[in-house]
């Protein structure tokens, strides 16, 4: 693994791995079929890129979305590593130019899409050009049973039986189910070698909130993170427009995304989101899954996800950088009625339905919980945890009381009333208010009619909404959503069994907490180098984070480098980007660049490289020998540079080197041994 690190830190930039990926890194590394469920960025990129460059032949990569190759490639070329993609968006000059490194064997990874394993020529290719590992990103898009299923997935088994070659699959959202399924479906069942890292990102913050005038929710949350990315989700069309032009109107960078716009200006808002500091971007699901964008601050969802599944990779698209992310999910009896209605009208088979009633119970006890958020989170995955510190309801633990006699009451009204009824009619019912429509069916005569008077009407809806999320009633959709009891609430009713409710749910957030990516005192430094990235990305025609990520730049802000090989040192600079940017953010910090020769801009950030320096001062020294009067002479900076690098510790040793003749030894190698010895 030692070149696994060299490589790590000089084409990428990182001193060290993060948890978990030496070990996968290793196994993709030596050929062995892996399977890695790792957390939305935990660093699954690298986990296939780096042995990539540790592997002969040509590394292809399976992946979902065009944006998300093209933002790959990208990004590995700024680090000066030769990769391209074979997609429906490349212009002809770009797939010819892919065509040639391929022939030339210059190309290290190749990604395309899954639909391109259907073309007759795909095998053809990749067995020509010495395909050598097949690594697929999204593994879970395999299972017909979750959340995000690709059908051309499934050839890629095929693929790999056809090329005889390993494979690694990568994902963050598999539960046990799917990673079952994946096994099965790219490895033959035959168990790969495999990698559970956890789905804990504990830099994310966990908010649910009842709805309680939605709109006003999201403006006070976003206006508490003026000036950050961030993606507010929506469940129709129509309202990303009307909440993107609220946002507009409270004076934010705002624009609106959805499947129903034309495909130009899909791509301008991916385009801006990703060139943009501080733009909010209010869509449908639709967006997201292909930006690869280190430095979203925060997600917020306008209504209940589908499933926890999409809950997790949705608000996973936060804080890939590593630094903190907010999220706030708004939720609704309106939003639980929908989610049910779209399972129980869809076209699936029984047994589908039920998996996706209990996928969306798992989402729905997430936002009724009533302790730690992320334990519950985790749980569903197949994690334990601690209260995590870092959610709501650590942050401001909930009042809770027992619902026990509250949900039987509103149990009875259910079935005294025909199990025909809504929300609305029910509380009525309860709360003994005499209506047009209580009084036409006769329900101010029910036992239950004004038992529950001393609950005012806001806590009623709320006792209903939380029995939807426990799962004790749901909309029947043949009877235009009226409740009815599941067997799950049988036993509260026949007094068997108890339940705790929240009071918290009922009243007004308290507000956001938002806290800052530096101290005030670096704020306006990290503000002059995010400026500085714009205009250079701008001149490059790619998004800021593939010049530096935020937590890069975070880091610069906090430790001011000074010399290129202090800026070396910072998480993120890797030897091509230092060499391309690194004066250029210098100036910014300190207002003076060092000019550096090249051969040296190679050894900054090294052991050798201050090794250089002492023995370019020492070959200065001694330019006219021992007492300045003997005719000049030098080593040339190659030279020194093998020198630091070789570390040779007797002269003749040091005479191998090229470019080390007599009279330079005569001349220096005294000298230079005794550098490198104290060195």
């Not at 959805?258 to 200006?265: I, L, Q």
């Not at 937590?551 to 802000?557: D, G, K, N, V, Y």
């Not at 900076?637 to 040091?654: G, K, M, N, V, Y």
């Amino acid at each position: 693994m030692q070149q696994a690190g060299e490589l790590l830190s000089s084409i990428f930039g990182f001193d060290e791995f993060r948890p978990g990926q030496a070990e996968i890194v290793s196994a993709v590394a030596a050929g062995r079929n892996t399977l890695a469920i790792m957390p939305t960025g935990g660093g699954k990129s690298l986990c296939f890129q780096l042995p990539a460059l540790l592997r002969d032949g040509v590394t292809i990569v399976i992946s979902p979305l065009i944006a998300l190759m093209r933002d790959q490639v990208r990004s590995l070329r700024e680090a000066g590593v030769e990769a391209g993609a074979l997609t429906s968006g490349n212009t002809d000059e770009e797939t010819e130019g892919v065509f040639q490194a391929l022939d030339e064997g210059r190309l290290k990874l190749l990604y395309m899409a899954p639909e391109r394993l259907a073309s007759g020529g795909t095998l053809t290719l990749l067995k020509r050009i010495g395909a050598s590992l097949i690594a697929v990103d999204e593994a879970h898009c395999v299972s017909q049973w979750g959340h995000d299923f690709r059908p051309d997935y499934l050839r890629i088994g095929e693929l790999r039986r056809a090329l005889r070659v390993p494979l690694a699959a990568f994902t963050a959202t598999a539960d046990e189910e799917t990673r079952a399924e994946i096994v099965t479906r790219l490895f033959d069942g035959q168990p790969p070698e495999t990698f559970l890292r956890g789905f804990d990102r504990p830099n994310i913050r966990l908010a649910f909130e009842a709805k309680d005038q939605p709109r006003r929710q999201i403006l006070a949350f976003a206006a508490a993170r003026r000036g950050q990315s961030g993606i507010v989700y929506c469940g129709t069309r129509a309202k990303t427009e009307t909440i993107a032009a609220a946002l507009r109107e409270d004076h934010h960078a705002a624009c609106f995304y959805h499947g129903g716009m034309e495909a130009e200006a899909r791509r301008e808002v991916e385009a801006r989101f990703q060139r943009e500091d501080g733009l909010i971007v209010v869509a449908t699901v639709a967006f997201g899954m292909g930006i690869d964008k280190p430095d979203i601050r925060w997600v917020a969802h306008a209504d209940l996800p589908k499933s926890i599944e999409g809950y997790y990779q949705e608000i996973g698209r936060a804080g890939r950088d590593g630094a903190p992310a907010d999220t706030l999910t708004l939720y609704g009896a309106d939003d639980i009625r929908l989610r049910r209605s779209q399972i129980d009208e869809g076209l699936a088979p029984p047994e589908r339905k039920a998996a996706d009633h209990a996928r969306l119970n798992a989402l729905l006890g997430l936002a009724e919980a009533t302790a730690c958020r992320r334990q519950r989170l985790l749980s569903y995955f197949g994690d334990a945890s601690g209260p995590c510190g870092n959610c709501d309801l650590c942050a401001a633990p909930p009042e809770l009381f027992d619902g026990t006699e509250a949900v039987r009451m509103a149990l009875s009204a259910i079935l005294r009333t025909g199990e025909s009824f809504g929300v609305m009619h029910l509380v009525d019912v309860l709360r003994g208010e005499t209506t047009d429509k209580v009084r036409e069916r006769s329900h101010d005569q029910l036992p239950t009619f004004g038992i529950g008077r001393a609950r005012p009407k806001g806590e009623w809806q709320a006792v209903f909404r939380q029995m939807m999320g426990h799962d004790l009633v749901r909309p029947d959709p043949e009877r235009h959503g009226a409740l009815r009891m599941t067997e799950a609430a049988r036993p509260i009713l026949r007094g068997e069994a108890a339940i705790t409710l929240r009071r918290d749910t009922l009243r007004a957030s308290s507000g956001p907490v938002v806290r800052m990516m530096v101290s005030d005192e670096d704020a306006p430094l990290l503000s002059a180098l995010k400026a500085k990235r714009r205009a250079l990305a701008e001149a490059a025609r790619v998004p800021a984070y593939v010049i530096f990520p935020d937590r890069t730049l975070i880091e610069m802000a906090e430790r001011r480098p000074v010399t290129l090989d202090e800026m070396a040192r910072v998480n993120g600079v890797g030897a091509k980007k230092l060499e391309s940017y690194g004066a250029a953010f210098l100036e910014v910090i300190s207002g003076a660049v060092e000019r550096v020769h090249p051969t040296r801009m190679k050894l900054a950030g090294s052991p050798a490289g201050a090794l250089f320096d002492q023995l370019l001062n020492a070959q200065a020294d001694l330019a006219r020998g021992a007492d300045g009067t003997a005719k000049p002479l030098s080593c040339t900076h190659s030279t020194l540079r093998r020198i630091a690098e070789t570390r040779p510790a007797t002269l003749a040793d040091l005479e191998r080197i090229g470019g080390m003749g007599e009279q330079k030894i005569d001349r220096f190698g005294t000298r230079f041994l005794q550098i490198l010895a104290e060195g």
